[in-house]
């Protein structure tokens, strides 16, 4: 039964259905063929990266165990991946807008196999920061492709619901990983830890070089928007009769990608603050054992998996398509979550399961419409420059999270810690009010100019008619 299960699939992947350019029946088929097929490669292609992320940051307590490193040490360690794996997106951002997305996904995920079997070879802190800074270089490799593909797989109207549920792939990577890891360092070692998921990411990379495509156009596909008889926005109709994308100052210096960059920025101070640091801090504070302190930590993952899915769906449904607001509740709630959570005096599994799980909804559904607004702020020909500028200033917000929260801890213990993490969900609000009013001026200007494109429409029909 299992393998043919896998001949089935196999098959999926090697035989797309015949297409006929003026066949209709030929085209929905076609379409929802590579579109299923990309996107399942996709999700399980960034679940994947995420298990190569962050094997390493549920092996720490096993590492100070081992080898007697402080937390200011392995702080460092992930500062280096979050520096390079910023820099990395940015740069990689811009190059994906002009590569292969199936070539760049996949040699990159296989890369970051080897990089977390070479770690596991090392003992010495100086090859711990080569081949981790070399792993965050090429997990920068995910996302843009990704980017690319939504952007170009689905249309505008469709894209919020599919660009959450593709965000949900961080979340059940996260979930996974520190299960996998408690079982394997409790059975074989934090080395074994690293090999895992090694393995696991050049088995995937492998088939993505398989199962992956380019844009719909490369197959011989109409553009989405054409298919879904959708009309493209000015920007991007103007940007096809020029035959120039914007470049990318314009996009680095546009007020709102810079105002989604900062917004970004404190998200992953507090993603990577509870995903690198709440694991030792149930273990070593609460005295949870590994397994129970992971198993919170998969709590977090929950939550986001639920807010990374509820976020488009209730800004569309709830706030007509404007992300912000969104996000300024889940500020908010973050800043009480956090106090709580720290308050808590004694040791309760249900409760800091709970309160890890709306943490979670409030960091992870904040992340999948600030990156859906970067894509969508900006031309869909440099959407992925967008996404890698606002994504790369975002993970300097992780390296903050590293080194400087580690020493934090040394110096000022768990109360410093959270009052770090509660002091950037207050800055996060703050940054979202002029986002917001910045928001809806630009929503009220193209509601404008969508006015005056029908009126002069209409004018046009009527003078046809009278003449």
């Known amino acids: 039964m299992r393998m043919q299960a896998v001949k089935q699939i196999m098959e999926l992947l090697r035989k797309p259905p015949q297409y006929n350019k003026n066949s209709r029946e030929s085209l929905d088929q076609n379409y929802t063929y590579w579109r299923v097929r990309i996107f399942s490669c996709l999700y399980f292609g960034y679940v994947t990266y995420y298990l190569t992320r962050k094997s390493f940051t549920f ?53 970051t196999g080897v990089m977390n079997f070479l770690f596991a070879q090392s003992a010495s802190l100086f090859w711990f920061a080569i081949f981790w800074g070399l792993n965050g270089f090429f997990q920068g490799w995910g996302f843009p492709p990704v980017a690319k593909q939504l952007t170009f797989w689905f249309s505008k109207k469709e894209r919020g619901l599919w660009w959450s549920i593709m965000s949900t792939a961080n979340n059940l990577g996260g979930a996974i990983i520190p299960i996998i890891v408690a079982f394997v360092v409790a059975g074989w070692g934090w080395r074994w830890a690293m090999y895992v998921p090694a393995s696991i990411s050049v088995t995937m990379g492998s ?24 009309k493209t926005d000015a920007s991007q109709a103007e940007g096809e009769e020029k035959a120039k994308a914007p470049g990318v ?5 546009n007020k709102g990608i810079l105002l989604l960059a900062l917004s970004f920025f404190f998200v992953y101070v507090i993603r990577s603050g509870v995903n690198d640091w709440i694991a030792l801090f149930l273990h070593k504070t609460k005295g949870y054992s590994l397994m129970e302190a992971a198993a919170s930590v998969s709590w977090f993952e929950v939550g986001g998996f639920i807010g990374s899915l ?9 706030f007509r398509g404007q992300r912000i607001p969104f996000v ?34 409030c960091v992870f559904g904040p992340q999948s419409l600030i990156g859906l607004a970067s894509a969508e702020f900006v031309d869909k020909k440099v959407a992925c420059t967008a996404y890698g500028f606002t994504g790369g200033v975002s993970y300097l917000g992780a390296a903050a999270s590293g080194y400087p929260l580690g020493k934090i801890i040394d110096i000022w213990n768990w109360q410093g810690f959270f009052a770090t993490l509660i002091i950037s969900a207050f800055i996060l609000f703050l940054t979202l009010l002029p986002l917001y009013r910045l928001q809806n001026q630009r929503t009220a200007s193209q509601l404008n100019s969508s006015n005056r494109q029908n009126s002069l429409a209409l004018n046009k029909t009527n003078v046809s008619e009278q003449t």
């Open 59 to 111: 092996a720490m307590p096993a590492l100070i165990d081992d080898l007697g490193y402080s937390k200011a040490d392995l702080g460092f360690l992930a500062s280096i991946l979050y520096c390079s794996y910023g820099l990395s997106k940015f740069f990689s951002g811009m190059l994906s807008d002009r590569s292969n997305p199936r070539i760049f996904m996949s040699i990159g995920l296989i890369l």
């Open 310 to 318: 509820c976020s488009g769906i209730i800004s569309d449904r709830f």
């Open 207 to 230: 088939i993505l070089l398989i199962g992956l495509r380019g844009v719909p156009q490369s197959l011989g596909l109409p553009a989405v928007e054409e298919y879904r008889g959708e």
């Open 249 to 253: 100052w314009d996009v680095v210096l």
């Open 328 to 361: 300024l509740i889940c500020a908010l709630s973050l800043i009480f979550a956090f106090s709580l959570f720290c308050l808590l005096p004694h040791a309760s599994l249900f409760l800091d399961c709970l309160i890890l799980g709306i943490i979670g909804f």
